[in-house]
Nanobody
Framework: QVQLVESGGGLVQTGGSLRLSCAAS????????MGWYRQAPGKQRELVAT???????NYADSVKGRFTISRDNAKNTVYLQMLSLKPEDTAVYYC???????????????WGKGTLVTVSS
């Protein structure tokens, strides 16, 4: 099992910035990719950004150039630096970790409880 705890959410004005953190614990040797997803009211959960153990990153088009995902493997922590925030970024942000077997995702996702980001206009 893997436990994920997010922090860093809050209320910010348009154009502001926030940094989210996700502290992971447990069987981290089984984890390859980690990332952030978000869910706005009335909408489905969507991918924000992911980062593999080796550092390869992937971003949703809507956040490219504004958000940066990073990972400190020694601390088992993933970060999401968010700049130039917009009202449409308002959502609950969830940390995700994907379990692997021999380097291949085995279909198991771990999720944190989420942290709320609210961007006021």
């Amino acid at each position: 099992q893997v436990q994920l705890v997010e922090s860093g959410g809050g209320l910010v004005q348009t154009g502001g910035s926030l940094r989210l953190s996700c502290a992971a614990s447990g069987r981290m040797f089984s984890i390859n990719s980690m990332g952030w997803y978000r869910q706005a009211p009335g909408k489905q959960r969507e991918l924000v950004a992911t980062i593999a153990t080796g550092g390869r990153t992937n971003y949703a088009d809507s956040v490219k150039g504004r958000f940066t995902i990073s990972r400190d493997n020694a601390k088992n922590t993933v970060y999401l630096q968010m700049l130039s925030l917009k009202p449409e970024d308002t959502a609950v942000y969830y940390c995700n970790a994907r379990r692997q077997i021999e380097g291949v995702f085995d279909g198991t996702d771990y999720w944190g409880k989420g942290t709320l980001v609210t961007v006021s206009s």
